[in-house]
């Protein structure tokens, strides 16, 4: 599903306008970038819990030449699934 297919479904569910469904979308996005941003966490009961993770600066190998580089430590966006929905997920048949 891409942005345009969900802001439609959006607005379809909930009797809004496809602008407003999309401002919405926006807002979310918006909301959870900024506080990620902040290091702070996102939780939505049921469905999931959107953090920041850092990664610690390490060696690697590069793969073409085998030297040795050395990788930044770096943060990450992470989303952990909430129960309901690896629930849901588990028990949902999939097309082959």
């Known amino acids: 599903m891409k942005k345009a297919d969900l802001i439609e479904k959006i607005a379809k569910e ?8 999309e401002k ?3 807002s979310f996005t ?5 506080s990620l941003k902040k290091g702070e966490s996102v939780t939505l009961v049921g469905f999931g ?3 920041v993770s850092q990664r610690s ?5 590069n793969p ?6 050395k990788i930044k430590a770096k943060k990450l966006a992470k989303f952990k ?8 997920v588990e028990k949902a048949k999939l097309p082959k």
């Open 64 to 69: 073409q030449t085998g030297e040795t580089i």
């Open 14 to 21: 909930s009797g809004i306008s496809k602008g407003q469904a």
């Open 49 to 51: 819990t959107f953090s």
């Open 57 to 61: 600066a390490r060696n690697g190998r």
């Open 81 to 88: 699934p909430g129960k309901t929905l690896s629930e849901t």
């Open 24 to 26: 919405a979308l926006n």
């Open 30 to 34: 918006g909301s959870v970038t900024a």
